[in-house]
T-cell receptor, first 116, second 113 residues
Framework: GAGVSQSPSNKVTEKGKDVELRCDPISGHTALYWYRQSLGQGLEFLIY????????KSGLPSDRFSAERTGGSVSTLTIQRTQQEDSAVYLC??????????????FGNGTRLTVT | GQSLEQPSEVTAVEGAIVQINCTYQTSGFYGLSWYQQHDGGAPTFLSY????GLEETGRFSSFLSRSDSYGYLLLQELQMKDSASYFC??????????????FGTGTQLKVEL
């Protein structure tokens, strides 16, 4: 079946511009996560959704970052007034309900964001 | 908060066995998972332990000791295609409904001929 789909796969933007990153999770997956990965680094948690609600936004680096999820499906991560330090790969993942399922994240291929 | 420690790099030869360790500190614990990521690729799920002991999935096994806050991933009969980064991750269950996974910094495994 279809996996997690992210778009665009690559985005180059000028410093100060706003960007929107999209994630289409696996159908039936109730949980959706956003992570950020800088070159050669680990995965930095940003936010997760259960349905359309975001119980944990603790990882959002600043108020320039926001995310929403509609219809329990597609999610958009928005970065306003981008800075060079925002350059990274933004990964989206989804999972089913349940203890074991909640530990089994299915990742998309990511959006590589470059801020010039 | 949560923190996880893994070795940054491990090198082994094809056909050998390698163990990647992970120690964690977390305010709550709802499972230790392992993910594999090839260069330029997405992380993929390998294994999960909720209880103490060994879980085996083909050439890969994962072990957990909750009393020691420690786990490891064991890779047997190493193949060149196993060269990748390996991440451990914990679910602490106390933050925002318990579905947040915190990842370690990753171990880069290099398999040589």
């Amino acid at each position: 079946g279809a996996g997690v789909s992210q778009s665009p796969s690559n985005k180059v933007t000028e410093k100060g511009k706003d960007v929107e990153l999209r994630c289409d999770p696996i159908s039936g997956h109730t949980a959706l996560y956003w992570y950020r990965q800088s070159l050669g680094q680990g995965l930095e948690f940003l936010i997760y959704f259960q349905g359309n609600s975001a119980p944990d936004k603790s990882g959002l680096p600043s108020d320039r970052f926001s995310a929403e999820r509609t219809g329990g499906s597609v999610s958009t991560l928005t970065i306003q007034r981008t800075q060079q330090e925002d350059s990274a790969v933004y990964l989206c993942a989804s999972s089913r309900r349940g203890t074991r399922n909640g530990n089994t994240l299915h990742f998309g291929n990511g959006t590589r964001l470059t801020v010039t | 908060g949560q923190s996880l420690e893994q070795p940054s790099e491990v090198t082994a030869v094809e056909g050998a066995i390698v163990q990647i360790n992970c120690t964690y500190q977390t305010s709550g614990f709802y499972g230790l998972s392992w993910y594999q990521q090839h260069d330029g690729g997405a992380p993929t799920f390998l294994s999960y332990n909720a209880l103490d002991g060994l879980e085996e999935t083909g050439r890969f096994s994962s072990f957990l000791s909750r009393s020691d806050s420690y786990g490891y991933l064991l890779l047997q009969e190493l193949q060149m295609k196993d060269s990748a980064s390996y991440f451990c991750a914990v679910r602490d269950g106390l933050t925002g409904g318990g579905n947040k996974l915190t990842f370690g910094t990753g171990t880069q495994l290099k398999v040589e001929l």
